[in-house]
């Protein structure tokens, strides 16, 4: 038998490696030529005075839209978006390392929305509560945080809307991260399983799965979904809903995938900074109004959105705390606060509301 078409192969290999080994050198090389094309901006802004926004959200999303569009595959768009962020966040690092600050501990959806939105040439810092990571990036002890909104099959985080009614923060990006859960224990086999730690939401987006399997089984909730790891490593018989990260950490054994109830359950992330965002392009504004309690008080009030043709994607009402039954509204819509149209909407809507705050303007999730 003759072995020539083996010959072939190995040559066609050996070609098609000099090939890739020839591309590695030259993304090398362009990546390299980026680094000190990031350094030289660096300088020029020292040389200029500037010692602050070193990191630009909107320049960021205008960077990672362009690549979007003029990707051809075979790599999907939301790899190659990922490629170019991580580029980004290591050229970035020449410039100023962002600290940035995020509801904790280590191994937290939290955590992953940070490291998707910034890359991860950032440090990042636990912190025990929302109210937290706001106060260490109003004190400037942190650059950014990250923090929780809104979960696509449990709703909202009450507790981030809560925290904008008093914070002089502004919204400076959005994150979307697709969750899936684990359990995740020590225990060899499901029936020695005794008590289930998890974060309320996640028990709740697992919900079904938990009632098919482990009925009997005691849930308890915890802050987050990586101390319910760290429980279930430390105690006979516990097990934990969390992510892959968390039981990662901790050392468990995953006793099941994907438990999740809902196929795309989605979690929606909120950057929070000093600083206003200029505009980018595909942008989305968040509002806290109020107004008076009668009957189509805030269907009027909502009337310039529709005249001036923004669209409004989220509404959600909170108690204001200033009196009993008194709410506020949160909104999100899209556009940002200085294009013409919604300028001339919130203007309108600022005189006739007895409370209106624009929380931000900022790029909408790109993937």
Known sequence: MSDSGTGEGDSKLAELRTDI?????AIQDLLNKRACLA???AEAKHAN?????FYRPEREAAVLQKVIERNEGPLPDEEVARLFREIMSACLAFQRPLQIAYLGPAGTFTQAAALKHFGHSVTTVPFGTIDQVFR????GEAHYGVVPVENSTEGVVTHTLDSFLHSPLKICGEVSVRIHHYLWSMVQRREDISVIYSHHQSLAQCRRWLDDNLPEVVRVGVGSNADAARRAAAEAGAAAVAGEVAGEIYGLRAMAANIEDEPNNTTRFLVVGNREVPPSGSDKT???LSTENRAGALATLLQPLCRQNVSMTRIESRPSRRAIWDYVFFIDVLGHQHDTQLRSALD?????????KVLGSYPRALT
């Open 348 to 356: 309108e809507i600022g005189g006739q509301a007895s409370f209106l």
């Open 49 to 53: 005075g500037e010692t602050a926004d």
């Open 286 to 288: 968040t509002l806290i």
């Open 39 to 41: 350094r030289a901006i």
């Open 136 to 139: 260490e990036v109003e004190a």
């Open 21 to 25: 080994d020839g591309v590695d050198r």
